[in-house]
């Protein structure tokens, strides 16, 4: 057998198949996410020979693939976003990239440390890869396409904070490099951290984000009115401008995550009803399904290849309390104040749904210094992301079909 010919034909079809996976999910309410690992596994176990995907093994490559889904994701997740900017329209998803995510950095530090035994460092790599919602697996708790009004607060909130998040994880993905590097002191923490990885990179990518945003909305909106020769059509300019985007900020030592959806963000804005936002959307969204069927069935096949093997029971328990209380409650606790209803608490608080970033920020941790305890960390995630996707992927339609019938055209909090 011609091991090559299989993987071509299992990789064609793996990406046929997402051409009706929305449809299938529109009408199963199983999120594709759970169909595809579950390929992932079924293959990996029949077939011996097809490439191992184990990121302890090949961090550098798990962190450039992941980097490149998450990026296009990012991209994606702005585009499809309705709701106007505002800091009182959007304060809900500010809170959950702040509260929220510090309470479960705070509470999973703790855990590490006090639970696990682990070094600082590490404890504080866990609670940093843990921390953000992942725009990748989140689609089905998401807005819709460019102008469909899709501006339910839940789905706008965990649209949003998908969104953000990524980015903001990255100060404490530093912090813990810092500390493991023991190059972490008080001059250090003034100069390095809280100056460089805190302030610089996230206004450098807040600015990167904005101005690349205001410049392609200019060349692919006002220049082609008064130029014919600027005037394009094409779906593709979304991904060129991600990855132009995320190349030109992470040239300039920003973050790259931050600045691809504030250039999404800024590139909606324009021209807003214009149609052209649907190209550029389904273009993007079209080729990060084809991204997450790989990356699922790769993730899928280094469950069967080991990416497990260090796990414990207590380290399992902690993925349960991580999914079912750690995250619901802190988000709970981040929404206290809000005119949002119960329901619309819970169920944002619950879907924190962890992916394709918490692995990017492993492999980039791991590529950058020596951390202890990694094949833990690689077994405690892994566990995570496949709770996540179990859990997450099999109610998320369920749930919201079921909100949408609880409180119909739900609107008022986004709205006032």
């Known amino acids: 057998m011609d091991h090559y010919l299989v993987i071509i034909t299992i990789i064609g079809v793996g990406i046929l198949g997402m051409a009706w996976m929305p449809a299938l999910t529109a009408k199963t309410r199983i999120s594709y996410s759970v169909i595809y690992l579950l390929l992932g596994i079924l293959l990996y176990s029949i077939f011996d020979f097809l490439p191992a995907p184990n990121p302890r093994e090949y961090p550098g490559l798990t962190m450039h693939l992941t980097e490149l889904v998450v990026i296009v994701s990012l991209m994606c997740t702005g585009l499809k976003i309705d709701q106007k900017f505002s800091f009182r329209a959007w304060r809900i998803p500010f809170r959950l990239v702040t509260i929220t995510m510090m309470l479960c950095i705070a509470a999973v530090t703790a855990l590490g440390v006090y639970y696990f035994n682990m070094p600082l460092a590490t404890a504080l790599l866990l609670a940093a890869v843990l921390s953000p919602t992942d725009p990748v697996l989140a689609t089905d708790v998401q807005v819709g396409h460019p102008n469909e009004e899709d501006r ?17 994880a990255f100060p404490f993905v530093w912090l813990a490099i810092l500390i493991a590097m023991h190059s972490f002191d008080a001059q250090s923490f003034m100069v390095t951290w809280a100056w460089k990885h805190v302030v610089y990179q996230i ?86 399904r084809i991204l997450v069927a790989i990356m699922l069935i790769l993730f899928g096949g280094s469950l069967v290849r080991g990416i497990m093997n260090s796990l414990t029971w207590p380290m399992a328990a902690f993925g349960v309390a991580f ?33 394709m970033g918490s692995l990017y920020y492993l492999a980039f941790a791991f590529s950058t210094t020596f951390f202890k305890n990694q094949d833990e960390l690689w077994a405690i995630v892994a566990f995570i992301i496949l709770i996540s996707i179990g859990i997450h992927g099999l109610t998320a339609g369920f749930t919201l079909r079921k909100l949408e019938e609880v409180l119909p055209e739900d609107n008022e909090i986004l709205a006032k």
């Open 323 to 355: 999914i079912f209380v750690i995250r619901p409650l802190s988000g709970l606790i981040g929404l206290i104040g809000t005119r949002l209803k119960i329901q619309e608490k819970l169920v944002i608080s619950f879907f924190g749904i962890r992916g």
């Open 152 to 168: 339910d607060n839940v789905k706008f909130s965990l649209t949003a904070e998908a969104g953000f998040n990524d980015g903001m």
């Open 203 to 288: 206004l450098a990518g807040l600015i990167a984000g904005y101005l690349l945003g205001k410049l392609l909305a200019y060349i692919l909106f006002t220049l082609s009115k008064k130029f014919e020769s600027f005037a394009t059509q094409d779906g593709f300019v979304s991904i060129a401008a991600t990855l132009t985007v995320y190349g030109l900020t992470e040239f300039i030592h920003g973050y790259g995550f931050i600045a691809v959806f504030i250039a999404a963000l800024t590139l909606r804005a324009s021209e807003r009803e214009d149609r052209y936002h649907n190209r550029l959307h389904a273009f993007s969204d079209q080729i990060e």
